[in-house]
Structure formats: structure tokens, C-alpha cells
């Protein structure tokens, strides 16, 4: 008996949302790196919780497909882009990953209604609701950025602009405060 609830082309396509997912974590990652090197410490802590975010993110979308009687197939994940040279560029490059994470699920949510697939239909839609809260967090804090110089922010801007991200609240800690997925 068939007991995989998932079609083929569902199943991969989901899997290959499994890896958008830890792609969009190692990105976090970068910037949160990069953010450490040029000493922006709350932007690069904001980063790297963001990063936890996008595993969360993966692991459920894993185990929906397992849910489903489907096969998760890990693969590899590509390297990011090249580091941002400023804050600016650092907070369009969150922005940007996030719209094409959004744009990804999408195409999932199309795919599901040709298919009728009413089950994972109901389930992308908290990544929806997810995306949605994503985008504005990256659209707001690319809004301080701005507002803060841009890329010719003083280092006075830049200052209080590190402080300011580093205080936004997000659901996981640092590595150094208590963090379950550690
Ligand atoms: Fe998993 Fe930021 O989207």
C-alpha cells in the first residue's frame, strides 16, 4: 500500500525547500560574521539568532514531509555570496534573501493547489504567515539603516544603530545565553 501522502514532485519540491532553508540560515550566518569582524556586535547577534530562526524553519518543514509518509533528502547546501562592504548592504542582502525565500514558498503553495494537495496547503500557509512577519523585520530594519546614513552613516549613526538591532527581540538567544538548539 502507497502510504507516502505526498507526491513526488511535492516531496522534492519540499526537500529542496529543506535546503532554501539552511541556505537562508548559512547566509545569516555570513552577515552575522561579517557583522562580528567589522565589530557591530548587536547586529551580528541579531544575525545569528535570526540564523537559529531559519532552522526552525527547516526542521519543520522536515518533519511535515515525515509527517506525511514522505523521504527527507539532505543535500548539500551552497556557499553565500560574497560579504557586504557596510551596513547598508548588509541589510539588503537580509531583505533580498528574505523575498526569495518568500518567493520560493509560493511557487509550494502553487503547486499544492494544482495538485489538490489540500493537507501541505494548510501547512505552508504558517510559512506564509511566517514570510510575511519576516519581510517587514528586514523592510523596517533596512528603513533605520537609511535613516541612519546608509552606507555614509557617521560612526556616531552606526553606533546607536548597532545598539538599537541588537536590542530587537527575537525568539532565540545568543550561543551564550540558554539556547535549546545548542
Ligand atoms: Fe525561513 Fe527567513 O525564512
Not at 502507497?2 to 516531496?11: A, H, Y
Not at 495538485?115 to 504558517?126: G, M, P, S, V
Amino acid at each position: 500500500m502507497e502510504t507516502n501522502r505526498l507526491s513526488q514532485r511535492m516531496n522534492q519540491a519540499l526537500n529542496a525547500q529543506v535546503t532554501l532553508e539552511a541556505f537562508s540560515a548559512q547566509v545569516y550566518l555570513m552577515l552575522s560574521s561579517w557583522a562580528d569582524d567589522a565589530k557591530l556586535d548587536g547586529i551580528s547577534a541579531f544575525l545569528i539568532k535570526h540564523s537559529q530562526e531559519e532552522r526552525v524553519h527547516m526542521a519543520k518543514i522536515m518533519e511535515y514531509i515525515q509527517e506525511r509518509g514522505g523521504k527527507v533528502t539532505i543535500e548539500a547546501i551552497p556557499k553565500p555570496s560574497p560579504e557586504p562592504t557596510n551596513t547598508k548592504e548588509c541589510f539588503e542582502m537580509v531583505l533580498q534573501q528574505e523575498i526569495e525565500n518568500s518567493e520560493a514558498i509560493y511557487r509550494l503553495v502553487d503547486l499544492s493547489m494544482s495538485e489538490r494537495d489540500w493537507a501541505t496547503f494548510n501547512f505552508l500557509q504558517w510559512l506564509v504567515a511566517e514570510q510575511r512577519e519576516e519581510e517587514k523585520l528586514a523592510l523596517t530594519l533596512l528603513d533605520k539603516v537609511n535613516l541612519a546614513g546608509g552606507k555614509d552613516a557617521s560612526h556616531a549613526s552606526i553606533y546607536e544603530l548597532n545598539k538599537d538591532i541588537g536590542e530587537t527581540g527575537q525568539e532565540f538567544p545568543t550561543a551564550d545565553e540558554e539556547n535549546p538548539l545548542l
